[in-house]
């Protein structure tokens, strides 16, 4: 019989990468056939029924396996038909059902399935599967972090000069976010590093900062299922999460910088020009 007293989580954390891979092959599968894309928020902001589907797959999977009601779920498709995004300090599963539905929806080769797990509001283990280039990545809180069941481990570069840094857009097509957008871009571009790169998936960029490809990635705008898993998956590999102005990371202020270390993360949040955006789980103004 299987004891899990001193292991609570480690059937979740199997069963993650199980209900990952599965949700990973239908989004290769509906890749094949034609993708009818709708918006959410504005007309650059994608969803398709993809999108929907494999969110469904994965809540109704891990109800099943763990019980109707035992564990609630914040999911980006969810939340945006206006389930709430609240991290209480009960068992939460957080996710990412498709990162990077630009990419899917134009058949640009990154694109995630994204499932965390927290409780007491720590994150006990993250899986981000890159399905198309069949990656799965995964970490579980003090336990190391893998990818594909190797070992990752975050690159030792402590000069910037020598260092790939990521970021996104977004989408907030706004005249003065792209303006700080940019204006923070080319600062870091011309520190100057070796690259400026971006995957089009929040979950890849911090898993190439976690296999030490990059030495860094940062956005603003993005959302807690975008960046939940992956942000288990840097810290085992040893990397490092900070807001964007310096302080601790906080999963739901909606910013981030990742980074192999303190010198190179520090160094890129000189350049970084502050906005914020609406918390998650923050009430949405009436207009
Ligand atoms: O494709 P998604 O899930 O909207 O996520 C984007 C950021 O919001 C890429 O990370
Ligand atoms: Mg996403």
Known sequence: ??????????????FAV?????????????GESEIKVMTKSCIVDLVTKTDERVEKIIIGSL???????????????????????????????????????????????FVAVSIAFAVNKQLEFGVVYSCLEDKMYKARRGRGAFCNDEPIQVSDVKDIHKSII????????????VNKIFTTMQKILCIPVHGLRGSGTAATNMCLV??????????????????????????????????????????????MVCANNYIIAKRIIKEIDVFTARRDGAPIPKQ
Not at 1 to 14: G, I, T, V
Not at 167 to 172: A, C, F, N, P
Not at 229 to 245: K, N, P, R, T, W
């Open 166 to 177: 990521m970021s996104e857009y977004g989408i907030d097509r706004s005249p003065d976010k």
């Open 63 to 109: 109800k099943e396996k763990f019980g109707e009601g035992t564990h609630c779920f914040i999911g980006e498709e969810s939340v945006a038909k206006g389930e709430p995004c609240i991290l209480t300090d009960k068992p939460t599963w957080i996710i990412d059902p498709v990162d990077g539905t630009t990419n899917f929806v134009h058949r640009f080769p």
């Open 18 to 30: 199980e209900v990952a891979r599965k949700a990973g092959e239908e989004i290769r599968k509906a």
């Open 210 to 255: 976690a296999t030490g490809a990059v030495e860094a990635f940062f956005e603003i705008g993005i959302h807690c299922w975008d960046i939940a898993a992956g942000a288990v998956i840097v810290q085992e590999a040893g990397g490092i999460l900070l807001d964007v102005d310096g302080g601790p990371f906080d999963l739901m202020s909606r910013r």
């Open 1 to 14: 019989m299987e004891n899990h007293s001193e292991d609570p989580w480690q059937r979740a954390y199997d």
